[in-house]
């Protein structure tokens, strides 16, 4: 690959471009995904490469492009759907669902829905109404489907790359407020990463950290800013929220004795109680202070001039760390 | 068909009307000359037969939900005219994307009948047979499935392959916006669709002009710029010309056509449901007088094509076919415990599968 630093927009936009490459079945569609590269340009110049009829400008309608994407899929395609914010996929949710989760389940393997749908998720880059939503627990919910969320380009281009690979629906959200923050050096084109393991990020002895996506940024900073104080955290990147790498976590919590969940996404009946559900199961004796949540507060996502209110903050999150 | 008029500049103005076809009447006389693939009556009997078979199927479906030997079901009673003729003028190659309510198409596209009753005798394996290829499964939300057919027509697309998916839907579904967006796709992409809209004028309790203030329900294809046509759903005939050119049509590329099939659900929604809480009976005896397989009778017999001893022979073949099926769906075993847990991903996850040995031992804890 070449020695340009990649962010984590590009690397989608390479590992989409690499899968069209590499494989004659995948192909691209959605609502300005063609022509104009999409609107984050996570798309770009892919039309132009590889034709209209492998990166496909749909008519603006979501449940169509899930339904089309779960039809296109039994006939052996790898379609990779792109919705174009978060706040717009509740309509593809009859057909994520009532359909591609339970394809293969409810015809017994005879048709599967090899497919990717890939939407822009969270706040804190001013968006309009509707832009700003974290769900992935909605989804997370849903036997058959997998939730994959990345933090950083090296991750995305991999995770992307095996995501298409898979042979069953996977949701890939991008956490759009990272989309330009940070550019890496991707590894070799082709590299894959796995989608049944967290990434350990940052080793430590006294605190676990557990996030995903955007919020990797504030619990780097708070893990740095804690280790000036003396407290040593161990920080782990979730990234493959369905289905969820629990091996990784509780042997950091194994180690630490303590655990604090951070996500974007409102508190209650989140990723983040079953995590803390399942280390308090297995972990009941070994853990010195009750697990902790540092989230989204259980209200409407705010609007843009108060978000910074509702976003999990590294005071926040080292408020909580201090607790224990 | 509808046509196009230019308006001048942004403006274009639509014009255009639903024509209906029908070439026999409910007493199985001629309207109007016959197409010449009638004259020799083989493709005709083999119509009357599917006709009865589907029909006898669906009786013996009926009276296994009524003993206890089947969950609910949706009998096909009164529209088994399309299914059989779609069923019969589709390739194998072409895929069909089911309602719930095609029994009789799915048989004569290869579906065992011992794999429908599997099916509604709750039992994912139904969905699972060899003889369905590549067709979708029986789809239960209503009208989801029109996205399905349409990603599988792009597919078809993307591929350069010649091949046609039918969809079937009935009269509610077309109230849905996954119907219209379906259209939509299909009229702007040119795929090769053929969307046959199964009026049978009831959506469980709610009667068709409560559905829709459109005089026809084939109209809706206009907005997407589709031909629409009206065809008498329990005419065999009028099935087959409107259905075989629609077909042939979208394997020439030029696109899809709406076909509402106007028939009528001479049955109760499904085996759960008692229609006589909301229609009332003259309504149905009436539209008894209309049904498809009488009337394809009195035509074969006016035209001596058809006999009383091929009449007793044909049941008998029926009653056989019928009862080997029941005896195949009631000799399957139940499958094995592990197989509620193997079909969620191509390679099962491992805290699924730690699930799954819960449930093998019995054991109800983390």
Redesign the interface.
Known sequence: MSDDKKTLVEAVNLALDHALADDKDV?LLGEDVGTNGGVFRATQNLKQKYGL??V?D??L?E??I????????????K?VAEIQFMGFIFACM??LV??AARM?????????CPMVMRAPFGGGIHAPEHHSESTEALFAHI??L?VVIPSSPVRAYGLLRSAID???PVLFLEPKRIYRVQKQTLPEAGSRLPL?TCFTLREGSDLTLVTWGACVRECQEAARKLAKGGISVELVDVATIK??D??TILASVRKTGRCVIVHEAARSFGVGAEIAA?VS??LFHELRAPVQRVAGYDITMPYYRMEDHYMPSCERIMSACSRL | MPTTLDGGGLFRVHSGDVPFVRYLNPEGQPTQPLPSWVKDGQQLVAYYKAMVKAREADRKAIAMQRTGQMGTYPSCLGQEAPGVVYGSLMKPEDVLVPYYRDLPGQLLRGVELSDIYLYWGGDEQGSAGAGYGQDMPNCVPIATQAGHAVGIASAFRIRDEHRVVVITCGDGATSKGDFLEALNLAGVWQLPVVFLVVNNQWAISVPRHAQCGGVTLAQKGAGAGLPCVQVDGNDVIALHEVIGSSIERARAGKGAVVIEAVTYRLCDHTTADDATRYRENDEVHKAWEEEPVKRLQAYLHEQGLWTPEQEKSLQKQITQDIHRAVETYQATPLQSVSELFDYHYAETPKGLRQQMEEMLGGQNHE
């Open positions: 192909v009829k492998r496909m749909t008519p309608a449940t169509l899930a339904g089309m994407t779960v039809g296109m899929a039994t006939q052996g395609l379609p009859e057909q009532g359909h293969r389940n409810r015809t017994r393997g005879r048709l599967t036997p058959g997998r898979n042979p069953d049944d289905p969820l629990m091996d399942r199961t297995e």
